[in-house]
């Protein structure tokens, strides 16, 4: 990426922080407040993940007038610069975790337990970034051997430390 291009990244990349803040703070008002347990208001679950989201979301505002000042949100978008930047390969890799994560947050998140929905995510994820057709059998098994020891042992650690530690119930 050449450094004259950073303003219209950082214009871009402010957007995603803004509605990325607004999203979770949407979301962590709805969470459970535990009002009938008389519980504390500085400890319900939704307060960390609002606190994020307000966090980034004032790093985006500061972001985007950051852009703005060194004019990045004149983006000189065309058709033919598009296609260029769809077929570069960390284009490629961008599109795909945004859909693997999509997957995961639409698809797998409630229509089965939150363990098996994050196990699948991390070692499919792995699997996915980490495959090497020119790679030897050997090495390609014992890397996908990693990455579902990876996936059931992060699956595991996240999901006690929401249960456990936060008292989250997850679907």
Avoid at 75 to 96: N, Q, V, Y
């Amino acid at each position: 990426m050449k450094e004259k291009d950073m303003p219209k990244v950082d214009f871009i990349t402010s957007i995603v922080l803004i509605v990325f803040s607004i999203a979770v703070i949407v979301m962590s008002l709805q969470m459970p407040r535990f009002e009938y347990r008389g519980a504390n208001p500085w400890s319900v679950p939704g307060i960390v993940p609002g606190i994020l989201g307000v966090s980034i979301g004032l790093m985006g505002i500061a972001l985007l007038v950051r852009s703005i000042k060194r004019k990045g949100h004149n983006l000189g978008i065309s058709k033919e610069k598009l296609i260029d930047w769809l077929h570069k390969p960390a284009s490629i890799r961008l599109l795909l975790t945004i859909l693997l994560t999509l997957i995961y947050a639409w698809g797998l998140i409630g229509s089965m337990p939150y363990i098996l929905a994050t196990f699948l995510f991390i070692t499919v994820f792995i699997i996915i970034f980490e495959y090497n057709r020119k790679e030897k059998r050997q090495k390609k098994t014992k890397k996908m051997i990693v990455a579902i020891m990876i996936g059931l042992i992060a699956a595991a650690a996240v999901s006690a430390l929401f249960q456990y530690a936060f008292m989250i119930r997850l679907p």
